[in-house]
């Protein structure tokens, strides 16, 4: 038992797993189809980036000063284009760029 104790810390686990699997193919015809199932599924293993989650933007980032559309710088705070002061604020937005 020592001996064999011995001989299964010497080996690797994949060398191990295989080992046992040969016991057992040799004792009993049976379970040498249930273990050779088992090691060769049907289902092959794909790695891909499909299953690895989206990293998402940061929400505490500055926004951004430029428009994405025109590149131009554009102070979204001040922006008022309500009433009459549309022409003062389109006045200040053209003093910025």
């Not at 710088?73 to 604020?89: A, L, P």
Request: charged letters at 25%; a positive charge.
């Amino acid at each position: 038992m020592a001996a064999m104790v011995a001989l299964c810390s010497g080996l690797g686990r994949r060398m191990l797993t295989h080992f046992v699997t040969a016991a057992v193919c040799l004792t009993d015809s049976g379970a040498h189809a249930v273990l050779w199932r088992r090691s060769c599924s049907q289902y092959k293993q794909v790695t891909s980036n499909e299953d690895l989650p989206v990293p998402m933007e940061n929400p505490y980032k500055e926004p951004r000063k430029k428009s994405i559309l025109c590149g131009k710088r554009v102070d979204y705070k001040n922006q008022v284009f309500v009433g009459r002061n549309k022409k003062k604020s389109q006045k200040q937005l053209r003093e910025l760029k």
